[in-house]
T-cell receptor, first 115, second 115 residues
């Protein structure tokens, strides 16, 4: 069974700082990877996803993530955060072999951006 | 509807009582998922519906938990004889196809407190 680790549970940054949130997964085969975000008072929503192809994936609001297969990682990055990026971020993984596959979520990282 | 809706938004119940949580998925979405999020923890998968059948119930924590779905519409999650450890936010998500491939659209959740 797959698992996901998010090492930073709470991150505090000043506006304009660069962001990198770590995500590591454990699964031996091909994977599909996701980052979901939950803004205060809002629903969880998809930020970006990786299925195949270019390992550098770009999502909404200037976020990107890089899939590094050798490191089993899918870290989320943003060069310059804004106060509006304050939210909780969840990494998720599912086996990429097709058919129904359970999506496994990480524990989440709370990001607080200080104006 | 425009998005996934859940009711009630908050539920406080006494230990030992039964509770029923409702999820209305996005119209036309064949797949429906229930998750549980305990305080300080990630999303825990409970059950997956494809149409009105549940091919994966592996996440239901005990036989006190059950769920059903009417066609490709409303789903209810029932918890019998609630315990304090059942306190959590229960999230419902729907997708147009398999969650491993398609984006999941989440509802706002039901916050359950068992006293």
């Amino acid at each position: 069974a797959q698992s996901v680790s998010q090492h930073n549970h709470h991150v505090i940054l000043s506006e304009a700082a660069s962001l990198e949130l770590g995500c590591n997964y454990s699964y031996g085969g091909t994977v599909n990877l996701f980052w979901y975000v939950q803004y205060p008072g809002q629903h969880l929503q998809l930020l970006l996803k990786y299925f195949s192809g270019d390992p550098l994936v770009k999502g909404i609001k200037g976020f990107e993530a890089e899939f590094i297969k050798s490191k089993f990682s899918f870290n989320l990055r943003k060069p310059s955060v804004q106060w509006s990026d304050t939210a909780e971020y969840f990494c998720a993984v599912t086996p990429g072999s097709g058919g129904y596959q359970k999506v496994t979520f990480g524990i989440g990282t709370k990001l607080q951006v200080i104006p | 509807g425009a998005g996934v809706s859940q009711s009630p938004s908050n539920k406080v119940t006494e230990k030992g009582k039964d509770v029923e949580l409702r999820c209305d998925p996005i119209s036309g979405h064949t797949a429906l998922y229930w998750y549980r999020q305990r305080l300080g923890q990630g999303l825990e998968f409970l059950i997956y519906f494809q149409g009105n059948s549940a091919p994966d119930k592996s996440g239901l924590p005990s036989d006190r938990f059950s769920a059903e779905r009417t066609g490709e519409s409303v789903s209810t999650l029932t918890i019998q004889r609630t315990q304090q450890e059942d306190s959590a936010v229960y999230l419902c998500a729907s997708s147009g196809g398999l969650a491993g491939i398609n984006e999941q659209y989440f509802g706002p959740g039901t916050r359950l407190t068992v006293t």
